[in-house]
């Protein structure tokens, strides 16, 4: 990927500038492993230096666990002395912060090796990867996230979450009513913020819906052709929640299980694929007969396995699935049957897409989307049938077969070939080292739980 000419970039800054002269900051973005959005703070004054020579940010940026901490068996911490690479920006991601007091902008940017080659531990750069494999096919994947949160109170209890009040009724919402109109209302200055700071930062985001449980919602995209960007819009859509959220006095949450007992947070995506002349391959009036999509959807099902860790990254990802909630575990596939891993909607012909229903809002977009391309690359070029779909009920015809658990998705990912001919194996050594650091971590730990059975039983 070439960086784009200095031109084009000094006039995206000098425009921007010029309509916003009250802007006296700008955050310069990056996305980590786990999603999480890292970087620096400039003054206004200093764009043009970002734009013509990149700023300076550490590899070990990308060898990050959940806490932030370097994860040294990665390689990419001591053993390189800790060593910088360079950050560019990624065109059209200039916008103003709607939350801030103090008017200031953010920036997207993307890693670069010093001599201008792309760093291949960005995220970004594991998907631009894959998606160059459709290109060099004459093919565009178009694609759009569904993004689940809860709106959660400020303070907790006992270091657990609860539903916030409603600035309207005073009360927790205990309803888990999905689709329910008043509960929209219950929020609605948060949520209508929300919407409209989206609008503002250029992200489509046209919908936000309630979902199954207290103060759950979720915010639909449209769908554009370039899955790189529907990436970005995820990831600053998630800060922009965020922030808007804390703005009214609330805090939100991602956590795939936040609430025993309650439904998880997914992140479900849609893809259809274009051809040269901008059409729909998927396009039919019967979609099992139309061989692109069913030939996508058997490579997107014999990768799925593999694929958890990067769909499901966490140790908390995994408390998600079950039927009761709609999470699917096991490779499956149907029409317009939200009980599968695989639903193909059948609205209208044109409209005949894959959506994507396995991972949870902790995932991180640029790893979930490079996954799934994959698993499509490999069906369209292996011809890869998927067997028959699904009616009805897939939790009473299909046993649990997706790993259950982190430690076995990280062996599914490691052992793959496939995933390993698609995403660089040195990256897949980095991810597996961080996750597998973190699940160290965790399993040494001693839960409340665990006091409270044994402390005195035993």
Not at 215 to 221: D, G, M, P, R
Request: proline content about 7%.
């Amino acid at each position: 990927m070439s960086v784009p000419p200095r031109a084009v970039q000094l006039n995206e800054a000098n425009a921007f500038l010029k309509e916003h002269p009250e802007v006296l900051y700008v955050d310069l973005l990056i996305a980590d492993m786990n999603g999480v959005v890292r970087g620096k703070r400039i003054e206004r004054t200093s764009l043009h230096k970002v734009y013509e020579k990149g700023i300076n940010l550490p590899a070990s940026l990308f060898a990050l666990d959940i806490n932030g901490s370097t994860v040294e068996s990665t390689g990419l911490g001591l053993d390189i002395g800790d060593a910088d690479r360079i950050c560019y920006p990624i065109p059209d991601t200039l916008s103003n912060e709607p939350w801030q007091k103090r008017p200031t902008a953010q920036l997207l940017m993307t890693m670069h090796e010093i001599e201008g080659e792309p760093f291949f531990a960005d995220p970004r750069e594991v998907l631009r990867q894959v998606v160059s494999k459709f290109t060099d096919m004459g093919l565009t994947i178009c694609a759009a996230f569904e993004l689940e949160f809860y709106l959660i109170d400020q303070e907790n209890v006992n270091g657990r979450p609860q539903p916030p009040r409603s600035p309207i009724s005073g009360k927790r919402p205990q309803s888990t009513q999905v689709y329910l109109i008043d509960d929209l209302d219950e929020y609605a200055d948060c949520l209508q913020d929300i919407l409209e700071g989206a609008k503002e930062q250029g992200i489509p985001a046209d919908a936000i819906v309630k979902e199954s449980a207290p103060a759950q919602f979720e915010v639909n995209l449209h769908h554009v052709p370039d899955p790189l960007k529907a990436c970005d819009y995820a990831v600053l859509l998630k800060r922009l929640i965020k922030n808007i959220a804390y703005d009214h006095e609330m805090d939100t949450t991602f956590m795939a299980k936040p609430y025993p007992g309650q439904a998880g947070n997914g992140l479900h995506v849609h893809i259809s694929v274009l051809d040269k002349d901008g059409n729909n391959i998927f396009t039919s009036e019967d979609p099992e007969q139309n061989a692109a999509l069913r030939h996508a959807v058997g490579g997107v099902l014999e990768t799925l396995p593999a694929s958890m860790a990067f769909l499901c990254p966490n140790v908390n990802s995994y408390r998600r699935f079950g039927a009761q909630f709609y999470v699917p575990n096991a490779p499956s596939w149907g029409l317009d049957n939200r009980t599968v891993a695989l639903r193909v909607p059948t609205g209208s012909p044109d409209a005949v897409r894959i959506e994507h229903r396995v991972a949870g809002a902790d995932a991180n977009p640029y790893l979930m989307m490079a996954a799934v391309l994959a698993g499509v690359h490999h069906g369209l070029t292996n011809k890869i049938e998927p067997g028959e779909p699904i009616e009805g009920n897939s939790y009473e015809q299909l046993e649990q077969s997706l790993p259950n658990n982190l430690r076995d998705a990280l062996r599914e990912l490691d052992d793959s070939e496939i995933l390993n001919k698609y995403i660089d194996p040195k990256y897949i050594d980095i991810f597996v080292a961080c996750k597998e650091s973190e699940l160290e971590e965790f399993e040494h730990s001693i839960s409340d739980l665990e006091y409270n059975w044994y402390l005195h039983t035993v």
